[in-house]
């Protein structure tokens, strides 16, 4: 009778032992999941209310291209945004990723036409100059152009060289 009890009493603190090596392994690990969950849908709900549109788009003979893109988003768009914005531009096939600098070589930079706050807000617009040696210098030629945002949402437009 006694040899029971103490059989049962081990088995009871052994089994109490590993429930709190169990919970002490699984909660920081479900608490993890339970970050990187809520991480990963703030982000999805940032991209997902983030939209750009192409307005009007012109290029001349002379490398130049002009863009203009609309913010149809719920989310405004902070400069430090915009800066680490992507342009692809060229002829079909023939195109060239730029970064936005002050023009002085390939690249583009650009202007808010809005309030004048530091951020492109919904419904405002966003003019863009873009200089590469790959827009084709012909009228007539086509023209492929694609502006990407730092969190993924692109958009693009082919048009010709006038």
Do not use: C
Request: cysteine-free; proline content about 3%.
């Amino acid at each position: 009778m006694s040899s029971e009890t103490i059989v049962t009493a081990i088995f009871l603190i052994t089994a109490i032992v590993a429930a709190g090596v169990l919970a002490s392994q699984v909660l920081p690990a479900v608490f993890s999941v339970s970050g990187t969950a809520s991480s990963t849908a703030h982000q999805m709900d940032v991209q997902i209310s983030t939209d750009i549109t192409i307005v009007n788009t012109y290029a001349n003979t002379s490398s130049y291209a002009q863009v203009w893109i609309r913010n149809t988003g719920d989310e405004r768009l902070s400069t430090n945004e915009l800066d680490g914005s992507i342009i692809f531009v060229g002829a079909p096939g023939d195109f060239e990723m730029t970064t936005k600098n002050d023009l002085s070589s390939d690249g583009w930079t650009y202007e808010i036409i809005g309030d004048g706050n530091a951020y492109l807000d919904p419904g405002e617009m966003l003019h863009v100059t873009v200089l590469s040696d790959k827009i084709p210098g012909t009228i007539g030629d086509v023209v492929t152009f694609q502006f990407v945002l730092p969190n993924g949402v692109r958009r693009s437009e082919e048009f010709t060289v006038s």
